[in-house]
């Protein structure tokens, strides 16, 4: 990956959930423009190895040298997993500019009567409890210094799409929007910018179940306004952006990445009075 863009330079960024996907996307993108990474994962160390070596070569690619880029196991879920990975970080960087909360998972699809007690606590620790733990973190460091910072949510089209059938994941964004909010009004005077992003149809591992299936793809895409599924790629773009000074004077926003997907398509054409 190329990049002339040098918005990042200097910076030190913590990314969850970094080993695939959207994750890994901004990982390389943030080193394309100058960033440090920590590369967060909680599953496989070969793909969070994979995602390191692109990194590097981002760094490298795009003019930066050799840069700390380290690797950091922690399930965000796990608090005193989180307080360490913290502690790995800032002990080897001594600093940290910005924190992408991007671990996620998606629960099984299944009637929401049926959604047990244990598979909702699974999505909800990671998707919601994870990120306030992770924030916390960083908040806490944020403070203890001049310049402020910035935390960066993935939250979903689902955050304002209902979802049946995945309740858990529902809700778990839905709160990561008052999360979003409430973070960004309250630290707002410390120079501390909180927003998500909200992707749409991606092309993640995560929704394997259809990127592979031309029917069901064909399926998908069809009720995305733009016509298409969105790559990983485009998603870390606006993570970029919103992690640099471009985008010094927003917070406690949400962008929607997602093709027209939060634009009620069903409404192209219309159909009542």
């Known amino acids: 990956m190329k990049s002339q863009c040098h918005r990042l330079d200097g910076r030190f960024a913590l990314v969850t959930g970094a080993s695939s996907g959207i994750g890994r ?36 690619d795009s003019g930066f040298g050799e840069r700390p880029h380290r690797i950091v196991k922690a399930d965000v879920s796990d608090a005193s ?32 009567e049926s959604c047990t007690l244990e598979e909702y606590e699974r999505v909800i620790g990671v998707n919601l409890t994870g990120a306030l733990i992770c924030a916390q973190g960083a908040l806490k460091h944020f403070l203890t210094r001049p310049g402020g910072g910035v935390v960066l949510n993935c939250s979903s089209v689902h955050q304002i799409i209902p979802k049946p059938g995945f309740v858990a994941y529902s809700i778990s964004k839905g709160a990561m929007d008052n999360m979003t909010r409430t973070l960004a009004l309250e630290y707002a005077e410390r120079s501390i910018r909180v927003n998500a992003v909200g992707p749409g ?73």
């Not at 307080?83 to 929401?112: C, T, Y």
């Not at 064909?218 to 733009?226: A, L, N, Q, T």
């Not at 970029?240 to 471009?246: I, K, R, V």
Request: with cysteine.
């Open 201 to 273: 149809a991606i092309r993640t591992d995560m929704n394997d179940s259809w990127i592979h299936d031309p029917k069901r793809r064909c399926d998908v895409e069809s009720h995305i306004p733009m016509g298409r599924s969105g790559a990983p790629e485009e998603m870390a773009a606006v993570f970029a952006f919103l992690a640099s000074d471009d985008a010094s004077y927003i917070t406690g926003q949400t962008i929607y990445a997602c093709g027209g997907l939060s634009l009620y398509g069903e409404f192209r054409t219309n159909w009542v009075s």
């Open 81 to 112: 997993a989180v307080n360490a990975m913290f502690e790995d970080v800032l002990g080897a960087w001594k600093r940290l500019d910005i924190l992408v909360n991007n671990a996620g998972v998606l629960q099984s699809e299944m009637p929401s």
């Open 25 to 60: 996307a901004i990982a390389e993108r943030f080193a394309a423009e100058g960033a440090t990474v920590a590369i967060n994962y909680a599953g496989s160390a070969e793909a969070a190895s994979e995602t390191l070596e692109l990194v590097r070569r981002a760094s490298s």
